[in-house]
């Protein structure tokens, strides 16, 4: 966590590491020493967020751009539309949704860095599934990583 990171710029529609993964990775945690990973994504129209969930070691923060996202922090939920920010500190319960009918873009910094190996194995799995997602094949994901899923993901109905 000492070591001094390079710097280096990217262009808006670029990603440090982990190509096509979601959210895409501008700083991870060989990029910033460990210190934290920052990411970029945005969530299309009615689309679920996550599962609720909790990590045990990641604090994490939420900026929305555009666009309008639910968020649960534990039993609150709370509309975050742009300039909005959540502050999402680590043991606590918290997923969002996009419930809207227009895309949300939202940024996302982790506290220490290193989730980004996370979400690439769990982006990995998505992007070679045909139905739905097997419990234990997101449980063995999970596995992985210290934090742990403790319930559904905000519901979206779809019209």
């Known amino acids: 966590m000492d070591q001094q990171a390079a710097p280096y710029v ?3 529609d670029q990603a440090r590491s ?7 990775i501008k700083a991870g945690a060989a990029d910033t020493g460990g210190l934290f990973t920052f990411c970029d994504g945005v969530v299309g129209p009615r689309t679920p967020g996550p599962a609720l969930h909790v990590h045990d070691e990641t604090d994490e923060c939420l900026y929305v751009i555009d666009g309008h996202l639910q968020i649960q922090v534990g039993e609150e939920r709370h509309d975050l539309g742009p300039g909005c920010f959540a502050w999402l500190p680590r043991q606590i319960p918290h997923t969002y949704a996009n419930l809207s009918d227009s895309p949300a873009h939202a940024v996302s910094i982790h506290v220490p860095g ?4 996370f979400f690439a194995a769990q982006g990995a799995y998505f992007a070679e599934l045909q139905g739905p997602p097997d419990p234990e094949q997101i449980a063995a994901i ?3 990583h210290p934090g742990r899923i403790l319930g559904p993901p905000i ?3 779809k019209f």
Do not use: R
């Open 114 to 117: 290193g989730i980004e190996e």
């Open 10 to 12: 990217l262009a808006a």
């Open 18 to 24: 982990h190509p096509g993964s979601f959210p895409a």
């Open 155 to 157: 519901t979206v109905i």
């Open 142 to 144: 999970w596995a992985g």
